[in-house]
């Protein structure tokens, strides 16, 4: 482990003692990619989000007991990913170290803050303080550990399996509330989604033998969840068309085995940048799962 951090220090420094011309050349690269990039996503965001809903002046609103706070954990999770993915763009431009951390690292928090304020001039939604602590939260994880130990040893990550329903109208109201695409599914489907923090043992334990790429994970998901609050659905005048009060909604948590793909060593720079941007997703292991009060081992778990 400890040659391993070497290579990555080393790396970093190769970076660092670019030409000041290149360096300024990259800097320019990344600013206008950066620029470039996310106006593009926010208008495209916009466009199939926020345009067709009425607007009004900005409010806030409380929805920290919805979804079972799954929707605050995928909060943090994107802008730790969202954080980690321009630090390390900001790390190729061999800019210093902390000035790297804090512009890369808070980009994540700045990037969801943008979207929360178009929640709260939007009439359906509004301005969520739990949204933006937990954006804050997310990015915050990502500085912390690169000032502290100069890589991250503890690791968030995201799993997803599609839910399939044996009851027709249930599969129904999944696709009326959490979309019928997968994709849509998978980023709105509370059911279906998993969240983990993987630490990285080596690291925390360098004198032992265990390998570098092991990792234990700590998950937490939901089940049963078929509305914000309760499984009740309304229509526009106020009908209930939906009423399954009789699922219960519940937590799940997991303990499993996890590998840390930047630890697999490779001269190919091109599957090194793969294996970062795949680290963000957790692999698919078996696991122990505590929910309902009872634990049972799950063979595999996404």
């Known amino acids: 482990m400890q040659g391993r951090l070497v290579s990555l220090v080393s790396t970093a420094n190769d970076y660092s003692y670019l030409p000041k011309e290149k360096k300024q050349r990259r800097i320019k690269i990344i600013t206008a990619t950066n620029i470039i990039g996310y106006s593009g996503a926010m208008v495209g965001l916009y466009s199939a989000w926020y345009k067709n809903y009425p607007q009004t002046n900005l409010h806030s609103f409380n929805d920290n007991k919805e979804w079972k706070q799954i929707d605050k954990i995928g909060h943090a999770y994107s802008a730790y990913a969202e954080s980690k993915a321009s630090m390390e763009l900001w790390r190729w431009t061999g800019i210093d170290r902390k000035k790297r951390i804090w512009i890369g690292g808070m980009s994540g928090a700045f990037y969801q803050t943008v979207i929360e304020t178009l929640d709260g001039f939007s009439k359906e939604w509004g301005w969520s303080w739990g949204d933006f602590s937990a954006n804050i939260l997310g990015s915050g994880m990502l500085v912390a550990q690169e000032l502290a130990w100069d890589e ?21 109201r999944s696709n009326k509330i959490f979309g019928s695409s997968t994709a849509e599914r998978f980023l709105k489907d509370y059911n279906g989604q998993t969240y983990w923090l993987s630490a990285n043992l080596k690291s925390f334990f360098p004198k032992s033998n265990l390998p570098a790429w092991l990792q234990l994970s700590v998950g937490t998901g939901a089940e049963g969840l078929f509305g914000a609050n309760e499984n009740i659905g309304k229509d526009d005048n106020g009908n209930i068309i939906f009423n399954r009060t009789n699922i219960k909604r519940y937590r799940q948590w997991y303990l499993a085995p996890d590998i840390d793909l930047t630890k697999i060593k490779t001269n190919k720079k091109g599957i090194k940048v793969a294996l970062n941007i795949l680290n963000i997703v957790k692999f698919p292991m078996p696991s122990l799962e505590y929910s309902n009060g009872k634990f049972r081992l799950n063979a595999i778990t996404f």
């Open 152 to 172: 991250q040893r503890i690791q968030f990550k995201f799993s997803f399996h599609r839910k399939f329903y044996n009851d027709p109208v249930l599969n129904q």
